[in-house]
């Protein structure tokens, strides 16, 4: 029998789960994250009332295509989440968490039971029913509708056809699913062999990882064959190991590669929350790390992250655009710059992102990276490196950032970088390789060396 991740169907009424993900769901609608409208679900409800919202966000243009087939226009906000919860659910029964006809039934229950929807009871009642009479035909007309079929807003699906013209759809079909859970080995402590015994010691499954590009150094990457409770990690509290994506492993050690190492380091870490690659750069190499952020709440999260990990760098509070309010006028020898981005290359792990972003963002955000670039390469010694990433496929945020700053800046020399990768599928120029060993999110990074004067 189908059953959804989470809590056992026999403890918590389904109508009650799909009651709480409509909620999530229209709240995403109206603009907030998943992560912050999941705060908001009681705690014994939330593993389970999750999984079944990135079920839905992961299906959702093809259910409001469906609701479109159903009604002429849509109901009121509440009754159309539930209704699109319903639908994104029930459409396909290869990845359907129940029964199309439970989660009618248990949809109609929810609708009967919840204030904001019971004036609506009976017409979602009518639209589910019908939905179930005729599912295969009503599927079958939104097969046209690309929105629908790559479950994507129409400008993210233009936008990455122009971007990548012969892999676009090999990048929204991994899209569309489940990030797996890396893990980074701290080499101080241990090796990835080593830690690989402790897990098949403690009945964890995993292999070796590797980002299948060659420009790349080979990094401690391990993914697990199915996700586990980080507690249940032999030595995570103790810092012997980190979650952290095989993309965004690869940052540390590419900005440190062939820098001399003989004396410390002094590195600036900018946008440094929640500290991942802080704390990568401190278990590669002896380095002075000044970690910043604009979040003080997120550079909390820097400070437990050095902690659990048993290393020390300086953390502080601050605008990276904003150096005379926290740079002492000492060069760094490398700069890591993790811009603020679209995040469109973590959609797997953040399904809510195609659908809280605007194409207008893009524009806004490659403003932000441009003028982090202009501000912080002052302030890289001459010889010294500048590693530029984000966690994003869009080329406006990449390559083509990179681009306009290497026109303006002559100082400013390319080194051999990864470039573009994008989810599960590898490293690409417009083909996308189908290479299933290569399971990571969409990133992007350039490697920049100052030339001396």
Same mark, same amino acid.
């Given at each position: 029998?189908?059953?959804?991740?989470?809590?056992?169907?026999?403890?918590?009424?389904?109508?009650?789960?799909?009651?709480?993900?409509?909620?999530?769901?229209?709240?995403?609608?109206?603009?907030?994250?998943?992560?912050?409208?999941?705060?908001?679900?009681?705690?014994?409800?939330?593993?389970?009332?999750?999984?079944?919202?990135?079920?839905?966000?992961?299906?959702?243009?093809?259910?409001?295509?469906?609701?479109?087939?159903?009604?002429?226009?849509?109901?009121?906000?509440?009754?159309?989440?539930?209704?699109?919860?319903?639908?994104?659910?029930?459409?396909?029964?290869?990845?359907?968490?129940?029964?199309?006809?439970?989660?009618?039934?248990?949809?109609?229950?929810?609708?009967?039971?919840?204030?904001?929807?019971?004036?609506?009871?009976?017409?979602?009642?009518?639209?589910?029913?019908?939905?179930?009479?005729?599912?295969?035909?009503?599927?079958?007309?939104?097969?046209?509708?690309?929105?629908?079929?790559?479950?994507?807003?129409?400008?993210?699906?233009?936008?990455?056809?122009?971007?990548?013209?012969?892999?676009?759809?090999?990048?929204?079909?991994?899209?569309?699913?489940?990030?797996?859970?890396?893990?980074?080995?701290?080499?101080?402590?241990?090796?990835?062999?080593?830690?690989?015994?402790?897990?098949?010691?403690?009945?964890? =499954? /995993? #292999? &070796? %990882?590797?980002? @299948?590009? *060659?420009?790349?150094?080979?990094?401690? $990457?391990?993914?697990?064959?199915?996700?586990?409770?980080?507690?249940?990690?032999?030595?995570?509290?103790?810092?012997?190991?980190?979650?952290?994506?095989?993309?965004?492993?690869?940052?540390?050690?590419?900005?440190?590669?062939?820098?001399?190492?003989?004396?410390?380091?002094?590195?600036? =870490? /900018? #946008? &440094? %929350?929640?500290? @991942?690659? *802080?704390?990568?750069?401190?278990?590669? $190499?002896?380095?002075?790390?000044?970690?910043?952020?604009?979040?003080?709440?997120?550079?909390?999260?820097?400070?437990?992250?050095?902690?659990?990990?048993?290393?020390?760098?300086?953390?502080?509070?601050?605008?990276?655009?904003?150096?005379?309010?926290?740079?002492?006028?000492?060069?760094? =020898? /490398?700069?890591?710059?993790?811009?603020?981005? *679209?995040?469109?290359?973590?959609?797997?792990?953040?399904?809510?992102?195609?659908?809280?972003?605007?194409?207008?963002?893009?524009?806004?955000?490659?403003?932000?990276?441009?003028?982090?670039?202009?501000?912080?390469?002052?302030?890289?010694?001459?010889?010294?490196?500048?590693?530029?990433?984000?966690?994003?496929?869009?080329?406006?945020?990449?390559?083509?950032?990179?681009?306009?700053?290497?026109?303006?800046?002559?100082?400013?020399?390319?080194?051999?970088?990864?470039?573009?990768?994008?989810?599960?599928?590898?490293?690409?120029?417009?083909?996308?390789?189908?290479?299933?060993?290569?399971?990571?999110?969409?990133?992007?990074?350039?490697?920049?060396?100052?030339?001396?004067?």
């Amino acid at each position: 029998m189908k059953t959804a991740a989470g809590p056992r169907p026999d403890s918590l009424p389904l109508w009650q789960q799909l009651q709480a993900a409509s909620t999530v769901l229209q709240t995403v609608l109206s603009g907030t994250s998943t992560t912050v409208a999941l705060e908001r679900v009681p705690g014994a409800m939330r593993p389970g009332v999750q999984a079944l919202v990135f079920a839905v966000l992961r299906s959702l243009g093809r259910a409001q295509a469906l609701r479109k087939q159903l009604a002429g226009r849509p109901p009121p906000p509440a009754a159309d989440a539930l209704l699109c919860t319903a639908l994104a659910l029930a459409w396909r029964d290869t990845d359907s968490p129940y029964e199309a006809y439970t989660l009618v039934n248990q949809a109609v229950e929810a609708a009967k039971r919840t204030p904001a929807t019971r004036p609506q009871a009976n017409f979602i009642n009518a639209c589910l029913r019908r939905f179930l009479r005729e599912r295969d035909a009503l599927v079958l007309a939104t097969d046209d509708d690309p929105v629908a079929r790559w479950n994507h807003p129409a400008w993210w699906i233009a936008r990455v056809r122009r971007d990548y013209p012969t892999g676009w759809e090999a990048i929204l079909a991994a899209n569309n699913g489940h990030a797996p859970m890396t893990l980074r080995v701290n080499a101080r402590q241990t090796s990835r062999a080593a830690y690989l015994d402790a897990l098949t010691r403690s009945g964890i =499954d /995993a #292999c &070796a %990882a590797k980002v @299948g590009v *060659t420009d790349a150094p080979d990094g401690d $990457a391990i993914i697990l064959t199915n996700p586990v409770p980080v507690n249940a990690l032999p030595g995570f509290d103790d810092g012997m190991v980190s979650v952290q994506d095989a993309a965004a492993q690869l940052a540390a050690p590419l900005l440190l590669q062939r820098l001399d190492r003989t004396k410390p380091l002094r590195v600036l =870490d /900018a #946008c &440094a %929350a929640p500290g @991942g690659k *802080t704390t990568h750069l401190l278990e590669l $190499a002896d380095c002075r790390v000044l970690a910043l952020d604009i979040d003080a709440a997120r550079c909390e999260r820097i400070h437990q992250s050095l902690a659990r990990t048993g290393l020390t760098a300086q953390v502080m509070v601050g605008d990276a655009s904003q150096p005379r309010a926290w740079w002492d006028g000492e060069l760094f =020898d /490398a700069i890591l710059l993790d811009a603020p981005c *679209t995040a469109s290359g973590i959609v797997r792990r953040h399904p809510d992102v195609r659908w809280l972003r605007r194409e207008s963002d893009i524009e806004r955000l490659a403003g932000i990276q441009a003028d982090l670039l202009k501000t912080l390469w002052p302030l890289v010694k001459p010889g010294g490196r500048l590693l530029y990433c984000t966690c994003s496929v869009f080329k406006a945020e990449g390559a083509d950032q990179m681009q306009t700053f290497l026109a303006h800046n002559t100082n400013a020399k390319l080194l051999p970088s990864p470039g573009h990768l994008v989810p599960h599928f590898g490293a690409i120029s417009d083909a996308v390789p189908d290479n299933p060993l290569d399971d990571h999110d969409g990133f992007y990074l350039a490697l920049l060396e100052k030339r001396a004067a």
